[in-house]
DNA sequence: GCCATTTAATTCGAGGCTCGAAAAAAATAG
DNA sequence: CTATTTTTTTCGAGCCTCGAATTAAATGGC
């Protein structure tokens, strides 16, 4: 509840959670003595009424700090963040993992959090657990990067250097895991306990929230949306496959259908964002090659998300990633696409919302994360009560 | 664990569970006495060693019945089980859903209940719990069949007419997902945590274990592998769209496949079994649009788990229903369209078992369903330790 | 300025579930 | 018949939770 809310009081915790005054005064007043949380004087509301005045309750901002990280085709970034989950350090260098070796991924991480961690101010606490988002294919232990569109290597291992080198939990993540995670903290309303985060980006993504957790592989982090089939013995994907929905939907797919190269033609991997934008201009101008290309990446979103409405029923969607640019070329065939093929659904009573940029989302779904399982372990190692013994002596 | 395995001793129990010695005699003498379990002398092996003689426990079969009933195109099934799991009584009869209004539905079912519930032997249980298994759509509340492939009526109403009658809490529960919790109890090791059943009949469905817990709908009973897209634009599906992965593998579809008669052709709903057999003769003799048939329709169900196994990683497969008949002659093209499609899952890797009969499955899923809930329902409502009063006294 | 009133937080004793240690129960071995 | 062995039960204690009573800390009114 403290991690919600700040300043808030033990009467209000009480009444929000359903505990007995009794039980919260006993918690909060041992992680007080941890000093995991911190009271302040001063009722929530600022007013002053009759009556003994609430001590206000936060998270003690100095209790620990994470850091998180993203590693993306061309740069690395990385945030430390305090127990609040305030940004205290921040860096972002370039970084050209295609050219790198795969030891240079844990490398480059580990000394990217090692400078931002130079960079705190003082009276900062201790870092307590690294969270790192990544393109591509985790395990569920989140050890290693086993395959990744950004790097020609393999089963990169992430988890073991990086506790290494800091002594404390590392994990690694999918980024559209760490996205969807990221909406459901900061809009629990929108974004409940069912919805999908689709990265619209050069491949296609998702992170799926089912019954509130996670929706990830038996082995590992899956939810491999962009490799549905969307046509069988259809268009040539990156992964060496047919017909995949990144085959029509990702970047070099609508690249490739708006220059009429021919739906075989081999992937490009190194479309620029500028190139993207002069499609996008190009439809505007009624460039049939370019609507086309938008239109089918439509349609096969939309029947692969008519694909999952078909397993667990409709849910509210989020497109993130630069490709939402062309959401207003996207969205008639998309809905079309859910409409045509689940008569139970109308298309257009899908709620659609798009975030373009999706770096920001990634950090927070590692920094709440990193948070969140930090709050769990506090929980579970936070000393017993020790009445008896108190009272004896 | 007493109702996995019968005859443990509270030793057992401890050393299976890692609950204390003491824990386990407190909760067993509390069962004992509330009568839900009964005790016997003699070691678990029969054999006679020295020390004090296990107490071997089992759960009291006349603790409480459950009663199961499947509705199905042409029959209405049920069974009365005692808390044990066994079959105690047993009416299997002709039923014409199709012909019949929506009113009859719950109707029949209460007869055909009433009707076994008379036939009980003697010192048997109180009924505590009815579990019905249909096909097609229910809410995930289990009151209502939304949608089913057997009558035209929708949303019919069977919990609250079956609670009314019988005073006992009562669920509508799709067929498959009986199924799979009946071969998760069955077996286990091979249907363990992950795995789907997918049934093979005139249309096609699927129920979906993942980690543990079938995954159902957000509001109705879901998994409708059947109706994901296998081909945008394809074959006319019965629910009236294109392309499903029903309409190549369904018996309507492989009938339509077999006999030429054109992907667009309006799906027949009354093939009869020998009709089916008839394909398959012709498909053993070497007749090609037979085996085409046969072939699409393993290419649809490959395609499909292809699907499934890119969103989670792949799982074991098991068939059910009449459709794995033709087995031979579905698994080589489902096998290679699994691997054409995900170059990770070798085809051939891919555990998948075939269960003719689905009638005795969806029986011991319902049944399965109820005794486990009515153990929970036990496990909370068990008056809690009086020792304090006792000793007052 | 003091005391009644109000509101928040804490303390205290008890209940429920669990456990380990000790005791009791029920058999065999000699 | 007694020592030994094995299983089960009993007893006391620890933890987490709760409700009731108490304490703390403010305001309002005379």
């Not at 240079?104 to 307590?128: C, K, N, V, W, Y």
């Not at 760490?178 to 919805?195: K, Q, S, T, V």
């Not at 799926?208 to 549905?228: C, D, P, Q, V, Y």
């Amino acid at each position: 509840m403290l991690r919600r809310h700040a300043n808030v009081s033990r009467k209000h915790i009480s009444q929000e959670t359903g505990l007995s005054a009794s039980t919260v005064s006993a918690i909060t007043s041992e992680l007080l003595d941890e000093a995991v949380i911190v009271s302040l004087q001063g009722t929530e509301d600022g007013a002053l009424r009759r009556g003994r005045p609430q001590v206000r309750l936060s998270l003690n901002p100095n209790a620990a700090l994470v850091a998180s990280a993203v590693q993306q085709l061309d740069r690395i970034a990385v945030t430390v963040c305090d127990y609040t989950g305030k940004t205290i350090a921040e860096i972002d260098r370039p970084f050209r993992a295609r050219e790198a070796g795969p030891e240079e991924f844990p490398r480059m991480l580990i000394e990217t959090i090692s400078d931002a961690l130079t960079t705190l101010p003082p009276g900062a606490g201790q870092l307590e657990r690294i969270e790192l988002g990544v393109q591509g294919i985790t395990d569920v232990e989140g050890t290693a990067m086993l395959w990744s569109p950004i790097t020609r290597y393999r089963n990169i291992g992430m988890k073991e250097a990086l506790e290494d080198a800091f002594a404390v939990p590392a994990r690694v993540s999918n980024d559209c895991c760490m996205i969807a995670l990221a909406l459901h903290w900061r809009d629990p309303e929108r974004f409940a306990d069912n919805f999908a985060a689709v990265l619209l980006s050069h491949g296609i993504g998702m992170g799926l929230m089912l019954n509130g957790e996670l929706l990830t592989g038996i082995r590992s982090s899956a939810t491999e949306f962009g490799h549905l089939s969307h046509m069988p013995h259809g268009a040539l994907c990156r992964c060496g496959r047919s017909g995949c929905i990144e085959a029509y939907a990702g970047d070099y797919a609508i690249y490739r259908r708006a220059t009429n190269a021919g739906s075989e033609s081999a992937p490009r991997n190194d479309i620029a964002q500028a190139e993207m934008s002069e499609i996008m201009e190009a439809a505007k101008n009624g460039d049939a090659d370019s609507i086309a290309a938008f239109a089918e990446a439509g349609e096969a979103l939309g029947t692969g998300l008519a694909n999952m409405f078909a397993l667990v029923d409709p849910f509210p969607v989020a497109l993130v990633g630069h490709g939402t640019r062309a959401y207003g070329f996207i969205e008639g065939p998309l809905r079309r696409a859910i409409g045509d093929i689940n008569p139970y659904v109308s298309g257009s009573g899908i709620e659609i919302s798009c975030f373009p940029d999706e770096k920001p989302l990634i950090m927070e779904g590692c920094t709440i994360t990193a948070l969140l399982e930090l709050d769990e372990e506090i929980a579970r190692s936070t000393a017993p009560h020790q009445k008896v013994f108190t009272d004896a002596v």
